[in-house]
T-cell receptor, first 111, second 113 residues
Framework: DAKTTQPPSMDCAEGRAANLPCNHS???????VYWYRQIHSQGPQYIIH???NNETNEMASLIITEDRKSSTLILPHATLRDTAVYYC????????????FGKGTKLTVNP | GAGVSQTPSNKVTEKGKYVELRCDPI?????LYWYRQSLGQGPEFLIY????????DSGLPNDRFFAVRPEGSVSTLKIQRTERGDSAVYLC???????????FGPGTRLLVL
């Protein structure tokens, strides 16, 4: 079973920031938080990952709380092309390395 | 550079038939993964290869499913005696090594009639 909890759906206005929350209250010290997204009929696309520090790349920012029990993915200026299902995944390194997906959050960016 | 590619993009077959699905990973990636995604669900892990060997096949649903990676690059997922419940999108991912980020292909949509 997935170790994360996400809202099933969210809406965001085009040009505004999209903040997608994720709860992972049982995360352990050697587990990373990964975010992927899946645009309709495509394979999942890697966005960003982190362990305990906040991370930023050209696609998004990842904010992880100090206790690591939750995180937020931020798309700073959402566009219509950001409409997708966003998956938050806790991944143990050193184990089997498989990704365990939940149902994710369906983000709809509205014009 | 080229990403993960999968062929065919779509496959329609009849119940009871045998199918092969192919995955070409990113060049130089030693780890390769297969996942299956049913409608409305997130992808589910099937099998993971490190090099030529299957390091974890715990996700294969039964012995009708088998995968190979004979030269440590291309992988083939084989499904015998297909059933209607096998209909899904089969996704392949690869990573530079087991600890690195996984990159996914576009998937093969399998429909068993």
């Amino acid at each position: 079973d997935a170790k994360t909890t996400q809202p099933p759906s969210m809406d965001c206005a085009e040009g505004r920031a999209a903040n997608l929350p994720c709860n992972h209250s049982t995360i352990s010290g050697n587990e990373y938080v990964y975010w992927y997204r899946q645009i309709h009929s495509q394979g999942p696309q890697y966005i960003i990952h982190g362990l305990k520090n906040n991370e930023t790349n050209e696609m998004a920012s990842l904010i992880i709380t100090e206790d690591r029990k939750s995180s937020t993915l931020i798309l700073p200026h959402a566009t219509l092309r950001d409409t997708a299902v966003y998956y938050c995944i806790v991944r143990e390194l050193g184990g089997s390395e498989k990704l365990v997906f939940g149902k994710g959050t369906k983000l709809t960016v509205n014009p | 550079g080229a990403g993960v590619s999968q062929t065919p993009s779509n496959k329609v077959t009849e119940k009871g038939k045998y199918v092969e699905l192919r995955c070409d990973p990113i060049s130089g990636h030693t780890a390769l993964y297969w996942y299956r995604q049913s409608l409305g669900q997130g992808p589910e892990f099937l099998i993971y290869f490190q090099g030529t060997g299957a390091a974890d096949d715990s996700g294969l649903p039964n012995d009708r499913f088998f995968a190979v990676r004979p030269e440590g690059s291309v992988s083939t997922l084989k499904i015998q005696r297909t059933e209607r419940g096998d209909s899904a999108v089969y996704l392949c991912a690869s990573s530079l090594n087991r600890a690195e980020t996984q990159y996914f292909g576009p998937g093969t949509r399998l429909l068993v009639l």
